[in-house]
């Protein structure tokens, strides 16, 4: 977790967001700016600087 990282604050819950899903991974939750109605922001619960930085999560087949 990274406390400059506000994404990483919300899913610590010290930001307060309406969350829509989460699970181990992942947590969705309402963008309180609404650049369109229902629009949700979806971030990994590790931060990373850059989402082609992430841990593969997938099972391999
Ligand atoms: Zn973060």
């Known amino acids: 977790m990274s406390t400059d990282c506000v994404f990483c604050r919300i899913v610590e819950r010290q930001v307060e967001a309406?969350?829509?899903y989460e699970d181990?991974?992942?947590?969705?939750?309402?963008?309180?700016?609404?650049?369109n109605?229902?629009?949700v922001l979806v971030v990994p619960k590790?931060?990373?600087p850059?989402?082609?930085?992430?841990p593969s999560m997938?099972?391999?087949a």
């Not at 181990?24 to 309180?32: E, P, Q, R």
């Not at 850059?50 to 992430?54: A, E, N, T």
Request: glycine residues 4%; without cysteine; aromatic residues 4%.
């Open 58 to 60: 997938l099972p391999r």
């Open 46 to 48: 590790v931060h990373v």
């Open 18 to 20: 309406s969350r829509v």
């Open 50 to 54: 850059m989402l082609d930085q992430l």
């Open 24 to 35: 181990d991974a992942t947590l969705a939750f309402i963008d309180l700016r609404q650049p």
């Open 37 to 39: 109605p229902g629009h």
